[in-house]
């Protein structure tokens, strides 16, 4: 993680969260090299925007009940982040603060009708089902 000028990284502020993955990779080698094993898999995580702030419905518009909703799409964004051929990606869990879960809960109350929803619960338990992984 870069560091944000202040002397920190983007996960040393309080109420930061992360959405992360599994990620499963290969290496293609050119002609006359070869590798053994040629796929490998790691985790990738990717910040998670600010509520309220441009971009802070991943959730909504990329999982479904805590697993993506288009896994094609995310091995693509996967591939250029990393800049290897991607051969799966699966959702992990939205690694946050308490801080974090508190100011998305209450962006999501602002407008349930957005999620077709009745309650923070229901939005919380339809897109990130129990992939919520709150850290002290």
């Known amino acids: 993680?870069?560091?944000r000028g202040d002397g920190t990284s983007g996960t040393d502020r309080p109420g930061s969260a992360r959405y992360v993955f599994g990620v499963r990779f290969?290496?293609?080698p050119a002609k006359q090299?070869?590798?053994d094993p040629s796929s490998f898999e790691t985790t990738l995580a990717r910040e998670a925007v600010s509520p309220g702030e441009d971009g802070w419905l991943f959730f909504r518009d990329h999982l479904w009940r805590g697993?993506?909703?288009d896994e094609r799409f995310m091995?693509?964004?996967a591939e250029a982040a990393l800049g290897v051929?991607?051969?799966s990606v699966d959702f992990r869990e939205l690694r946050t603060e308490?801080?974090?879960l508190?100011?998305?809960e209450d962006e999501i109350a602002t407008d349930l009708d957005r999620f077709n929803a009745g309650s923070v619960r229901e939005v919380r338990n339809k897109y990130l089902g129990s992939s919520i992984h709150v850290q002290k």
């Open 98 to 100: 308490q801080a974090y």
């Open 85 to 87: 051929p991607i051969e």
């Open 33 to 35: 090299y070869s590798v």
């Open 75 to 77: 091995r693509e964004r």
């Open 26 to 28: 290969r290496l293609e």
């Open 1 to 3: 993680m870069p560091d």
């Open 102 to 104: 508190d100011a998305l």
């Open 67 to 69: 697993e993506l909703g």
